[in-house]
């Protein structure tokens, strides 16, 4: 897919689907339910964003696992999530790295 130019409504949209802006026309579903307007606490949809975002001192897995780890998932789950995310995304060989 190529490369979209800036301020063709990228970010806005996924904002929108994560629940940190409305749209202003349109619905957004998620699994065939009806989120627009939802709080982003209610989505369960999270967004990470490009700058900033990287915790330092945590391993590639262990950022892929904080929002599991926040939402007090089970550790067996955490594990099970971020070997399947590492997978899906081809980066599993990565799992050990910190950001640099």
């Known amino acids: ?3 979209r130019p800036s301020g063709c409504g990228k970010t806005t949209t996924l904002r929108c689907v994560a629940g940190l802006e409305e749209p202003d026309e ?3 579903l998620i699994a065939g339910r009806e989120v627009t307007g939802d709080p982003p606490w209610k ?3 999270a967004m990470m964003f490009q700058d900033f975002a990287l ?4 391993s590639v897995a262990k ?3 904080f ?3 926040m939402l007090k998932k089970p550790g067996a789950g955490i594990a099970k999530g971020v070997a399947e995310l590492l997978a899906a995304f081809e980066i599993a060989h990565l799992a050990d790295r910190r950001p640099a």
Request: aromatic content about 6%; charged content about 15%; overall charge negative.
């Open 67 to 69: 929002g599991l780890e």
């Open 43 to 45: 989505c369960d949809i």
């Open 63 to 65: 950022q892929v696992g």
């Open 1 to 3: 897919m190529p490369a």
């Open 26 to 28: 349109g619905d957004i």
């Open 55 to 58: 915790f330092p001192q945590l």
